[in-house]
């Protein structure tokens, strides 16, 4: 500090050192001081800025939130990419008044028998891949009426998240998009059973296959997707096409894949408007063509065409109160071959059918709903076997739906059926569903 001070007099001149005052003397003290413990203060913060790099604090942990049902349950992660699963059971109960079940429910996952049916059990994985890419699969097991296990890989497929100019590209086993109803699993079904036109021209088990499909989101005001799938076109789950168990009497060619006219195509456009604030309008246009296994070089034609509405109140809780309406319509042109064996002669078989349903959301969780359903086809030389498949019949279906939460729900459906092949029938089914973990959500 004497030191300091000395410095500072000996700069200054001789003159100027007589002239200062001892009041001058102590405020130059002062700052002097003040000067020292700011450089101290900030030596000291240096210290311990050096001492935090050296040391890091330990980590606070996040706090735990608690888990929640509508959580997905996530099974793997590694960065973003992971995978959830979930699980969800239809198990049906009841009875009709035709002892063969299975004359009357034609979908493979409608009750199969009087009592107790198990006709889907789903297991469903979905997650990223990588920045690129997501996958989805489910896996189906169903119990025949002996309560043996049927399981099968129902989809399978990868599906682009990031392709330029509005694309997208799936590829893999998956329902084609083909109307609306299609592509649902049934859990997401409205009534227990599927329509019967769908079960006259896509199968019971719905047309699905191997292929590929490109989607292109057009930049229109409104919603608008535009689809091309195509598959290979063969096997159960292609009923109208090369089906070898499907011909219609001809002996089958099971004629294979020759070429690419030989692939199963399925366009698909779909439009959405919204109309007001409290509805919403979908309509959609769908077509399949491909070859069959009934001849050499037949082919097969479907066309469907459908539309959706529903309303929702402004004031809705929890999605309550709505109505909807959905209706579908297909068209069947199978081009039968010649076959001089049985014999039978070439000739095209017609097929046409549609069903509409009306849904009403009347109270949170419970949901009424009412099914018409008629399906009809040209006469053919082999009529009076096909008379079960193709023979017109007309089905009526009032159910009621309650949702305890989104993971349960429990059915109970009425179905009056008049049928060319065995007159009246009537049947009354209980479907109770349960859901462990998230469930994909499907498309609207």
Request: with cysteine; hydrophobic share 40%; net charge negative.
């Amino acid at each position: 500090m004497k030191t300091v001070w000395l410095c500072i007099l000996l700069a200054l001149p001789a003159e100027m050192s007589l002239a200062v005052e001892n009041s001058e003397l102590d405020a130059l003290k002062k700052q002097v001081l003040q000067m020292q413990q700011q450089l101290q203060q900030l030596q000291e913060k240096i210290q311990q800025l050096e001492a935090q790099k050296t040391v890091a604090p330990p980590a606070t942990p996040a706090p735990a939130t608690a888990w929640s049902p509508s959580q997905p349950i996530t099974v793997a992660r590694a960065g973003n990419a992971y995978m959830n699963m979930s699980f969800d059971a239809l198990v049906n109960a009841g009875g009709s008044s035709k002892a063969d079940v299975t004359k009357l429910q034609l979908g493979d996952h409608d009750p199969s028998q009087r009592g107790f049916s198990l006709r889907n059990a789903e297991i469903a994985l979905d997650g990223a891949v990588d920045p690129y890419l997501k996958g989805f699969a489910n896996i189906v097991l169903k119990l025949d009426n002996n309560n043996e296990t049927e399981i099968e890989l129902e989809e399978a497929y990868g599906q682009t998240t990031s392709l330029p100019l509005n694309l997208q590209l799936k590829a893999g086993q998956f329902f084609a998009a083909f109307g609306r109803q299609n592509q649902q699993h049934p859990h997401a079904w409205a009534f227990v059973d599927q329509p019967l036109i769908m079960n006259r021209v896509l199968g019971g088990d719905g047309l699905r296959n191997l292929g590929a499909q490109l989607s292109w989101l057009a930049p229109t005001p409104w919603y608008t997707e535009a689809m091309l799938g195509v598959f290979n076109g063969q096997g159960g789950t292609t009923f109208s096409f090369r089906d070898a168990a499907n011909t219609y009497g001809r002996t089958a060619l099971s004629r294979g894949l020759r070429g690419p006219g030989d692939l199963l195509f399925v366009p698909r456009l779909a439009s959405s408007f919204d109309i007001g604030d409290t509805q919403t309008l979908v309509l959609g246009a769908s077509a399949a063509f491909g070859p069959n296994d009934s001849g050499a070089d037949t082919r097969t034609q479907i066309y469907g065409v459908d539309s959706y509405w529903k309303w929702k109140s402004p004031e809705a809780h929890g999605g309550f109160p709505f109505v909807s309406w959905q209706t579908e319509a297909m068209l069947r042109r199978y081009d039968a071959g010649a076959d001089p064996t049985v014999p039978l002669p070439a000739e095209t078989l017609e097929d046409w059918g549609f069903y509409s349903q009306v849904l009403w959301g009347f109270h949170l969780g419970w949901v009424l709903g009412l099914r018409g359903e008629f399906v009809s086809g040209s006469n053919g030389a082999n009529d009076v076997a096909d008379a079960l498949l193709r023979g017109d019949r007309l089905r009526l279906s009032p159910n009621l739906t309650w949702y305890p939460t989104e993971f349960s729900k429990l059915r109970l459906q009425y179905n009056y059926d008049h049928g060319q092949a065995f007159g009246d029938a009537y049947s009354v089914w209980l479907q109770l569903e349960f859901l462990l973990g998230a469930h994909a959500a499907h498309k609207f």
